[in-house]
């Protein structure tokens, strides 16, 4: 039996993040999700959240012009992220909950509480074109309540990772059959299976091997390698540009060169 090769969607928002600490121009995520899609990743995810806490909007814009590969949208299903995503036709939006106070997203959809505005809101995503995905917890119930959102209206479902790579020992193994069970129930509901949150590269394994999935959302943990790996070429072109200005001020201080 062939297995189809598991795919990477880089969650570049936490370039954003440190980009809006400062309020500066720099590191800019379309430049990040550029060096991400040459490294091999399929696509591109970021999450617009009402506070704009990371990614802005003219990110989004700018890269719906540039990513080459699958540009996916984390948004809540407001009235307000439907319009600016129907405005912008990312391939994908992938429709999660979303508290201000959150760190991070905490959990996966409660379909069943909201499902005429979830149902409302998928409609006009894909009346504009756009891929719909759910962000749903690895819990038969949550999958099961999903059933209206099969035979088309959403394309795919991202199943929450988070009590997966949080939980230790033995009670990993019972964590990560979760996950394989609703990537079953799933994928037997006619939806493509994505997974994601919380994946690092050392727990990404019990993930990855599950056949289902087709390809994983990972954010956090692969932005803040890239700050650890990158920092010695960053020091190196600073010791650079500073070795630069100091050997033009002291030449400038010796006065004009005797020498032809
Ligand atoms: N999937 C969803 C729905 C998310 O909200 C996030 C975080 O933005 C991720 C995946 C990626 O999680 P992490 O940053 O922990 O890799």
Redesign the pocket.
């Known amino acids: 039996m062939s297995v189809a090769a598991l795919l990477l969607s880089v ?1 570049v ?2 370039v954003a993040t440190l980009r809006q600490a400062r309020h500066v121009d720099y590191p800019d995520p379309v430049e990040a999700a550029a060096v991400a899609e040459a490294a091999g990743a399929s696509g591109i ?1 970021i ?1 617009l959240r009402g506070d704009r806490r990371h990614i802005q909007d003219s990110d989004l814009e700018r890269l719906g012009a540039a990513v080459r590969g699958k540009l996916n949208l ?1 948004m809540a299903a407001s009235e307000e992220m439907i319009a600016i995503a129907c405005r912008a036709r990312p391939h994908q939006v ?1 429709l ?1 909950p979303e508290r201000p106070e959150e760190l ?2 905490e959990g ?1 959809l409660d379909v069943s509480s909201q499902l005429p505005r979830l149902l409302a809101g998928a409609e006009r995503l894909r009346a504009a074109g756009i891929e719909v995905s759910l ?1 749903v917890d690895p819990d038969p119930k949550r999958i099961d309540a999903l059933a209206p959102f099969s035979g088309g209206l959403a394309s795919g479902i ?1 199943l ?3 009590a997966y ?1 949080r939980a230790v020992g033995g009670f990993a193994a019972s964590r990560r059959a979760e996950v394989a069970r609703s990537a079953d129930m799933g994928a037997a509901m006619g939806f493509r299976i994505y997974a ?5 590269a050392a727990n990404v394994g019990g993930i990855a091997a599950i056949r289902r999935i087709e390809e994983l ?7 803040s390698r890239a700050v650890i790996l990158g920092l010695a070429g960053a020091v190196r072109e600073m010791l650079q540009a500073m070795g630069t200005a100091r050997d033009a001020s002291r030449a400038a201080a010796a006065g004009p060169s005797t020498t032809g």
Request: glycine share 14%.
């Open positions: 969650n928002d936490h995810t999450h984390e992938t999660v991070t997203t996966g962000f991202e929450n990772t988070d790579t994601g949150h919380g994946l690092t959302n990972i954010g956090h943990a692969l932005i």
